[in-house]
């Protein structure tokens, strides 16, 4: 698609509006959970202890501490970074397509309320996985010419950069780090196949992620996690190697990884279809079989949810061992249709290298505990990243009219993000009035202060205090109010 001046004022207005949006959910989005701890000086010890025995995700950690005691810096860092996660997707599959843009945009913005609340809705959560994935973003940004037939060149000043970004990749979240390194290897790999030639840039990148991991690893908290030490973070060493990958595989995994993806879902297998009615033609007898096969597995999966667990709730341990292979299923389907399908090797490659990032992320995730919805929002991304890319393929080659798409995808976008900006703006003026009801009681002498819940706290992470427990405690030293002050929840409903 040819670039006009037009189209790109479109486009930067879509990544206007993303910012703006990202921004005003920040703005209402109260501090949760533990990021009370990291605001008081609880935060600041672990910071002049070096973080020692806590954790290796030092500048994940030093971020978090600086959102929960600057507010402009954590509305504008979440409002950019949010808006990079819908815009780069699109940059990354070279496209000029307005609906590109929106669709990454509402891919986002249908994330299941679980990861968002642990992500976008968590300053400690977001600190961490959402900045980890715009490092990934950024890397790839500059190594995609790999998937394409004309050598990459990187001038000296991307070549020095690929340092200080493959070290500060790995400082945010496990397996995140992992996954870096052998991204680095697979693109330098990919490189030299292609070109005959290794690249100054995935060299130092490589190099530099690996150093970056022995930093990250070489806190002693992960010493304690294997030996068994650390009581939160468990490595179950009690059952075999098989059958704790079936066990985590039927139980979580499938769940986080794939299931609860609904809408997410709905667009893959529209997408998925699409491929093999446009782009599947002149097929042998196997090949129609298989496609009739891949169609049916993708019209069926993505209403699974909504109708059989929702309408009908159906669930119990034989249909969860069920819905797992179910997901996989699914998801071998959309590898089978990028081999069988799609043409060129390029293609190929570039669309398999996002389908296998997806489960390379989340195997290491099959021996660590816990485990929860932010583990995936990276996984989620490669999945959009695949949708946007595939989507351009067949827009860029005249498979599909995606213009006719623009109007319903704006209209989709629009009503989204109304509704969550309605949710927190009623999230916000709560938690503004329960912080105001709080300290008005504390000056009342009240020894006992009560405070509401929030309203539509599925897109928060516990965000009002567990009683009794440490967060309370904190939250209490967060806001102020007198020591030996004790909270009372009520629901937010409630007329005290």
């Not at 978090?64 to 997707?89: H, K, N, S, Y």
């Not at 000043?157 to 500060?168: E, R, Y």
């Not at 938690?431 to 309203?455: H, M, N, W, Y």
């Amino acid at each position: 698609m040819i670039r006009t001046e037009r189209n790109w004022k479109l486009l930067s207005l879509v990544s206007f509006v993303a910012f703006m949006f990202y921004l005003y959910i920040a703005f209402r989005t109260p501090l949760t959970h533990d990021d009370w701890t990291w605001g008081i000086a609880e935060g600041m010890k672990r910071y002049h202890n070096g973080f020692a025995d806590y954790n290796g995700r030092y500048l994940g950690n030093i971020v978090e501490i600086l959102i929960t005691r600057i507010d402009w810096f954590r509305i504008l860092m979440m409002g950019a970074f949010g808006a990079l996660m819908v815009v780069l997707p699109a940059v990354i599959a070279k496209t000029n397509s307005l609906g590109a843009y929106l669709l990454s945009f509402l891919l986002f913005l249908v994330v299941p309320a679980n990861m968002f609340a642990q992500t976008y809705g968590w300053a400690a959560g977001f600190a961490n996985y959402n900045t980890a994935a715009i490092c990934i973003l950024v890397y790839l940004l500059i190594v995609k010419n790999v998937f394409y037939d004309k050598a990459p060149k990187y001038n000296i000043f991307l070549t020095i950069f690929a340092v200080p970004l493959g070290f500060c990749s790995q400082l945010f979240v496990e397996h995140a780090t992992l996954y870096n390194i052998m991204a680095g290897v697979f693109i330098i790999v990919l490189a030299f196949v292609k070109f005959r030639k290794f690249f100054l840039f995935h060299i130092l990148y490589l190099v530099s992620t690996i150093a970056g991991a022995v930093w990250m690893f070489s806190n002693g908290a992960y010493a304690k996690i294997f030996s068994g030490e650390d009581t939160y973070r468990t490595v179950n060493h009690d059952v075999g190697f098989i059958e704790k990958i079936y066990g985590i595989f039927k139980t979580t995994m499938y769940q986080f990884l794939v299931m609860n993806n609904v809408g997410l879902n709905i667009v893959l297998a529209i997408i998925g279809i699409l491929v093999l009615t446009k782009v599947a033609q002149n097929l042998s007898t196997l090949q129609l079989i298989f496609k009739n096969v891949f169609i049916m597995i993708l019209t069926v999966y993505p209403l699974y949810r909504p109708v059989v667990g929702q309408v009908f709730h159906i669930s119990s341990s034989n249909t969860a061992t069920f819905e797992a292979f179910f997901s996989l299923a699914f998801y071998l389907v959309l590898v089978a249709i990028v081999i069988m399908f799609i043409p060129g090797s390029n293609l190929k490659t570039e669309l398999s290298f996002y389908l296998l990032s997806v489960v390379t992320l989340a195997a290491p995730l099959f021996f660590v505990t816990p485990v929860g919805p932010r583990n995936f929002i990276i996984c989620y991304m490669f999945f959009v990243l695949f949708a946007v890319r595939t989507i351009h393929f067949m827009y860029e080659e005249n498979y599909l009219n995606f213009r006719a798409a623009y109007v319903p995808l704006f209209s989709l976008v629009v009503v989204f993000m109304i509704a969550f900006m309605y949710m927190f703006t009623q999230i916000g003026r709560s938690d503004d009035a329960r912080i105001a009801s709080a300290r008005a009681q504390a000056e009342a002498g009240a020894k006992v202060i009560t405070i509401k819940r929030l309203p539509y706290e599925q897109y928060l992470w516990m965000s009002t205090p567990i009683i009794p427990s440490y967060q309370a405690t904190n939250f209490v030293k967060y806001y102020n109010l007198p020591n030996g002050t004790t909270l009372k929840i009520v629901p937010s409903n409630s007329a005290k």
